[in-house]
């Protein structure tokens, strides 16, 4: 059971480049979250989508665009990457709302 | 987002119980109390949950007050292996229903 699986663990980015997150569960989860954790702090949440063929935005979404591609797998895109940018992110996911969330291993982005 | 207040950092021997405290005077009566942890280098990690009752699991114990307006997380015997920044989250039960992470408490273990 490979439970929440993120795509890539690290990318370089210069700035003005896009590229985009692949995050798959395959827990037959519901929800599925796209996190942002800079240095220190607290994770905050940028997108996410309560159940197949929806998705909305969270604290953070400026500069980014999610796609919840089928129950599985929820993707993060960056059209242009910034500086401020640079962080890890985390997906999650979840069965419902009552339940325990599942986080990847995260993919440490740096942007130049 | 209902908020949680929580030490920043807290020290514990190893194999001595650890108590985490966590105040949510703001909690409304649908938000359940979760609890992860995060290790160095890796993404957090679910450790409990509960709404009113004391809840225990192979992890941990979870401690509600009366009034829900703080909890405490109990490791009963804590390892190098529990060395962790811990989060106190409100999972709200409508809109995002997000989990909304502040900066949880550092945990240190001390051979």
């Known amino acids: ?112 | 987002d209902a908020k949680t207040t929580q030490p920043n950092s807290m020290e514990s021997n190893e194999e001595e119980p650890v108590h985490l405290p966590c105040n949510h005077s703001t909690i409304s009566g649908t938000d359940y109390i979760h609890w992860y942890r995060q290790l160095p280098s890796q993404g957090p990690e679910y450790v409990i949950h509960g709404l009113t009752s004391n809840v225990n699991n192979r992890m941990a114990s979870l401690a509600i007050a009366e009034d829900r307006k703080s909890s405490t997380l109990i490791l009963h015997r804590a390892t190098l292996r529990d060395a962790a920044v811990y989060y106190c989250i409100l999972r709200e039960q409508t809109g995002a229903n997000n989990l909304f992470f502040g900066t949880g408490t550092r945990l240190t273990v001390i051979p």
């Open chain 1, 1 to 112: 059971n490979a439970g929440v699986t993120q795509t890539p663990k690290f990318q370089v980015l210069k700035t003005g480049q896009s590229m985009t997150l692949q995050c798959a569960q395959d827990m037959n989860h519901n929800s599925m979250y796209w996190y942002r954790q800079d240095p220190g702090m607290g994770l905050r949440l940028i997108y996410y989508s309560a159940s197949e063929g929806t998705t909305d935005k969270g604290e953070v979404p400026n500069g980014y665009n999610v796609s919840r591609l089928n129950k599985r797998e929820f993707s993060l895109r960056l059209e242009s990457a910034a500086p401020s940018q640079t962080s890890v992110y985390f997906c999650a996911s979840s069965l419902n709302r009552d339940t325990e969330a599942f986080f990847g291993q995260g993919t440490r982005l740096t942007v130049v």
